[in-house]
């Protein structure tokens, strides 16, 4: 079984060029305690590291990840699965968090980083779009904007004139690399509430200079409509947490309040499940959001 591995891997590494990377050849024998998934495991980050040098790999990297599976699949019987998260549902009592029931503030952050990072792989910046529209996102054929509900029928990644993909935490403040494509961050968002977005912070508007379907700007903050403030707030928590980036204290503070406005509902459990079947990692805040309580500053 191995050897037959070995040599989809040879063929398929050589046919991809990528013998040399940034950090060097790559081994294609694998050591005696490497097992077809750690090869396969070790394979996805290389592929990550490539696509992370130049945003111009991002739509080739993804077809590679795809072919790449198939080709570990060939390796295999018939009904052989490509080993990926596939939990339909989560008990958060299934022993991922057990780590941090005692944990608070930097340890929590700590212990959370380590959790959401371990498995971590990405489906690649244009691979989460084409998800986002086709299957994470899409309802009977149809996709709703977060910010103003407006819903566009797609069976796929629309013209992004009408509706785009949304970096909850922005790419000009560090949604970079594999964070750029980080499912548990992105949402889809009609073109024009997205630009009026753009990076500003999310906050609280009395005085809108533009509203549309519950969601305000006044050009210093974005607020968004009740429906999403909960799914704001914890995927921003969740990045904060992911990357060790800083959230600062005024957006906090609404975001807090957000997340106890709009508590986690059946849609957004779902949600998690399948982004964890995609890039098989979770959003803690999502599954345990008494952690939120237990750490004073994100």
Sequence with gaps: MISSLKKSAILFLAAAGFFISSSGAIALEPTATETPEEMFRQLNERIDALEQLDSRNQADCFKIRILADKIFKAGFSDDYTVPRATRTSFTPGDGLYAACETLSDEQLIGELNEITGRQQTSVGYQGAQTVIFSKLDN????????????????????????????????????????????????????????????NLPFGLVDSPEWEEGGSKCNGSVFEVRPEHRGNVARAKFYFAVRYGKKIPPAEEKVLREWNAQDPVDENERKRNDSIENLQHNRNPFIDKPEFIERISDF
């Design 139 to 198: 309802e009977n054929g149809e996709v709703e904007c977060v910010y103003t509900g407006k819903r566009i029928k797609t069976l796929g990644e629309p013209s992004a004139t009408i509706m785009n993909v949304e970096h909850t935490w922005p790419q000009s403040q560090g949604a970079v690399g594999i964070a750029k494509a980080d499912l548990h961050h992105l949402f889809p968002a009609d073109s024009h509430a997205n630009g009026i977005r753009g």
